[in-house]
């Protein structure tokens, strides 16, 4: 019942991006995923959704599905070479993962029943969930772009005050180390995905063997935030300080729309905010940094994993951090109100797990009252926060912190204690 309700939801949701994206003339995310099956993929996670679909197969069902999905690329790629076919740079490969996954669901409706079957199709759900969530999220990001014309950057800039204007800092900080550290950390940006396939990889390696699915595991949590993160963009359009403030990361906003060109050598100063408007491509994405929330997920869900991933884990987390400030795509205010979202998204799914018992609800409802309790500070009370930064700066950084230690608590007390071992009772001496 609650696969297929999640399911029924996530159907929902995709024809109502589809429509709207349509409504502002631009393709949606089942038009887009539909054209993959025989136009040159966009790159993604094509093949990352094909990896996660196969923890559900045995391992001569992996080299089968594997040798299909290849098979077929390359197929794919003699015949748009013999054809002359114009491909852009990076949109060779996936669509054999695409095809593969599909045909796994045909599998599994045709040849297998019972739970097999089940089985089977959740794993096709969850990686085809994966491919189409980047579909959405990209439809999503150019609806934010139209529907929003105005933008509440000069908010966040005065309120971002109130932590000493943290981006303005890494970003000339980025700036003296030169390339390299422009290219770590972009790369790492970037590949957050793959971050989250290895250790979601990790925690399902032993759904073949035990035929079913651990009750949590990182999927999830990315699948909601990705579905709740992005509402917030409509509520709070904020397009980051180098696109408000600077020439645009890749010149899709440039100097004619920012606010002023001063990112990153000179913070914004102290002045009246008031909503400006902005161009229709540079999506509203930044409050809150969901970059932000999906590193602090990967590094949650890393802390049971093989030492490795540990240490992978916590470098995630700390260079996407680096890497949203230094580049200038986040504030830091964004940054804060990221981890608390991820962290009461991360306690809402463990609650519903547990069945909301007193302590969870109370772990939810202190997490959603900090988060809202931020974005109505950012908004309506920047100018304090800014003439303030002493007082609201600590503010802000307990309020994140109350959520850290009321998550730490008590899920350290969800955790099963072992039973202390009983005592052997004395035996009489025999006489």
Same mark, same amino acid.
């Given at each position: 019942?609650?696969?297929?309700?999640?399911?029924?939801?996530?159907?929902?949701?995709?024809?109502?991006?589809?429509?709207?994206?349509?409504?502002?003339?631009?393709?949606?995310?089942?038009?887009?995923?539909?054209?993959?099956?025989?136009?040159?993929?966009?790159?993604?996670?094509?093949?990352?959704?094909?990896?996660?679909?196969?923890?559900?197969?045995?391992?001569?069902?992996?080299?089968?599905?594997?040798?299909?999905?290849?098979?077929?690329?390359?197929?794919?790629?003699?015949?748009?070479?013999?054809?002359?076919?114009?491909?852009?740079?990076?949109?060779?490969?996936?669509?054999?993962?695409?095809?593969?996954?599909?045909?796994?669901?045909?599998?599994?409706?045709?040849?297998?029943?019972?739970?097999?079957?089940?089985?089977?199709?959740?794993?096709?759900?969850?990686?085809?969930?994966?491919?189409?969530?980047?579909?959405?999220? %990209?439809?999503?990001?150019?609806?934010?772009?139209?529907?929003?014309?105005?933008?509440?950057?000069?908010?966040?800039?005065?309120?971002?005050?109130?932590?000493?204007?943290?981006?303005?800092?890494?970003?000339?900080?980025?700036?003296?180390?030169?390339?390299?550290?422009?290219?770590?950390?972009?790369?790492?940006?970037?590949?957050?995905?793959?971050?989250?396939?290895?250790?979601?990889?990790?925690?399902?390696? %032993?759904?073949?063997?035990?035929?079913?699915?651990?009750?949590?595991?990182?999927?999830?949590?990315?699948?909601?935030?990705?579905?709740?993160?992005?509402?917030?963009?409509?509520?709070?359009?904020?397009?980051?300080?180098?696109?408000?403030?600077?020439?645009?990361?890749?010149?899709?906003?440039?100097?004619?729309?920012?606010?002023?060109?001063?990112?990153?050598?000179?913070?914004?100063?102290?002045?009246?905010?008031?909503?400006?408007?902005?161009?229709?491509?540079?999506?509203?994405?930044?409050?809150?940094?969901?970059?932000?929330?999906?590193?602090?997920?990967?590094?949650?869900?890393?802390?049971?994993?093989?030492?490795?991933?540990?240490?992978?884990?916590?470098?995630?987390?700390?260079?996407?951090?680096?890497?949203?400030?230094?580049?200038?795509?986040?504030?830091?205010?964004?940054?804060?109100?990221?981890?608390?979202?991820?962290?009461?998204?991360?306690?809402?799914?463990?609650?519903?797990?547990?069945?909301?018992?007193?302590?969870?609800?109370?772990?939810?409802?202190?997490?959603?009252?900090?988060?809202?309790?931020?974005?109505?500070?950012?908004?309506?009370?920047?100018?304090?926060?800014?003439?303030?930064?002493?007082?609201?700066?600590?503010?802000?950084?307990?309020?994140?912190?109350?959520?850290?230690?009321?998550?730490?608590?008590?899920?350290?007390?969800?955790?099963?204690?072992?039973?202390?071992?009983?005592?052997?009772?004395?035996?009489?001496?025999?006489?």
């Amino acid at each position: 019942m609650l696969w297929a309700t999640a399911g029924v939801v996530t159907l929902g949701f995709l024809l109502t991006v589809e429509i709207v994206a349509r409504r502002y003339g631009v393709p949606g995310p089942i038009t887009t995923q539909a054209r993959e099956l025989v136009f040159p993929p966009k790159p993604g996670p094509l093949y990352g959704g094909l990896a996660l679909m196969m923890v559900v197969l045995t391992w001569r069902q992996r080299f089968i599905a594997a040798g299909a999905a290849i098979g077929i690329d390359v197929v794919f790629v003699l015949v748009r070479w013999a054809a002359g076919a114009e491909v852009p740079e990076g949109h060779l490969f996936g669509n054999g993962a695409l095809w593969a996954m599909l045909g796994c669901a045909v599998f599994a409706i045709t040849r297998r029943t019972g739970r097999e079957r089940v089985l089977l199709l959740k794993g096709v759900g969850l990686g085809l969930l994966l491919v189409t969530g980047r579909k959405t999220g %990209d439809a999503w990001l150019l609806i934010t772009s139209k529907a929003r014309p105005t933008v509440l950057d000069p908010y966040v800039a005065m309120a971002d005050h109130a932590l000493g204007s943290p981006s303005w800092v890494a970003g000339r900080m980025l700036d003296a180390t030169g390339p390299v550290g422009s290219l770590v950390l972009g790369s790492v940006y970037a590949q957050l995905a793959v971050a989250a396939i290895v250790v979601a990889l990790y925690q399902l390696r %032993d759904v073949a063997a035990e035929r079913r699915f651990p009750r949590h595991h990182l999927v999830r949590t990315f699948l909601v935030i990705g579905l709740l993160g992005p509402a917030v963009y409509m509520i709070f359009p904020v397009v980051g300080p180098v696109f408000a403030y600077g020439p645009g990361a890749s010149g899709t906003g440039g100097v004619q729309w920012a606010v002023a060109n001063l990112w990153p050598h000179t913070p914004p100063p102290v002045t009246l905010p008031h909503p400006v408007p902005y161009d229709g491509i540079t999506p509203r994405n930044c409050m809150p940094s969901l970059h932000t929330a999906w590193a602090t997920a990967i590094f949650i869900h890393s802390r049971r994993a093989l030492r490795l991933l540990r240490h992978a884990g916590t470098f995630w987390l700390v260079a996407t951090v680096s890497a949203t400030l230094g580049f200038g795509y986040h504030y830091g205010v964004d940054l804060v109100a990221g981890l608390v979202f991820a962290l009461t998204v991360e306690a809402g799914l463990r609650t519903f797990d547990r069945g909301w018992d007193r302590s969870g609800i109370r772990l939810v409802a202190h997490g959603t009252a900090v988060f809202a309790a931020l974005l109505v500070a950012y908004r309506w009370l920047p100018m304090r926060m800014a003439a303030h930064p002493w007082v609201f700066g600590p503010l802000v950084l307990l309020a994140m912190a109350s959520v850290i230690h009321g998550y730490l608590r008590t899920t350290r007390e969800w955790e099963p204690k072992a039973a202390p071992a009983l005592r052997p009772e004395p035996q009489p001496e025999l006489v």
